[in-house]
């Protein structure tokens, strides 16, 4: 029997020669090995990432674009409820004072209407 020899996964892929400024290898097969991928592998990856689709980029532009006038229209909602929270604020305020006023009205009759029966009894009056 004839033994049958495996290809390597990367054959008939493309290659590629690169000229890398100096340093720049260094630093590839640091982040390689931080990744625990190849050189390879890691070189292959950030281009992909690189690589963005303009349809991708639109939608990621929309995105934002909502985004910013979602945070527009929170941040106006959130200013219409502070002046609508200092609003109710002074009105709980008077409230109060009219209250306390009344209060104050309200011991002053019953002072007068107590003084008042105490002079009739006083004059024999009833």
């Known amino acids: 029997m004839a033994k049958k020899t495996r290809k390597p996964p990367s054959v008939g892929?493309?290659?590629?020669?690169?000229?890398?400024?100096?340093?720049?290898?260094?630093?590839?097969?640091?982040?390689?090995?931080?990744?625990?991928?190849?050189?390879?592998?890691?070189?292959?990856?950030?281009?992909?990432k690189s690589m963005v689709d303009s349809n991708d980029l639109e939608t990621l532009k929309a995105e934002v674009a909502a985004l910013k006038n979602s945070s527009n229209l929170f941040q106006a909602a959130m200013a219409n409820f502070e002046t609508k929270s200092t609003d109710i604020q002074a009105m709980i305020k008077t409230m109060k004072d009219d209250s306390d006023a009344m209060v104050e009205r309200m011991k002053q009759d019953r002072l007068r209407d107590r003084d008042d029966a105490t002079l009739m009894k006083l004059k024999g009056e009833k």
């Open 13 to 48: 892929l493309d290659k590629f020669i690169v000229r890398l400024p100096p340093g720049l290898r260094a630093k590839l097969h640091a982040s390689a090995k931080a990744n625990n991928r190849s050189a390879n592998a890691e070189l292959v990856d950030r281009l992909e």
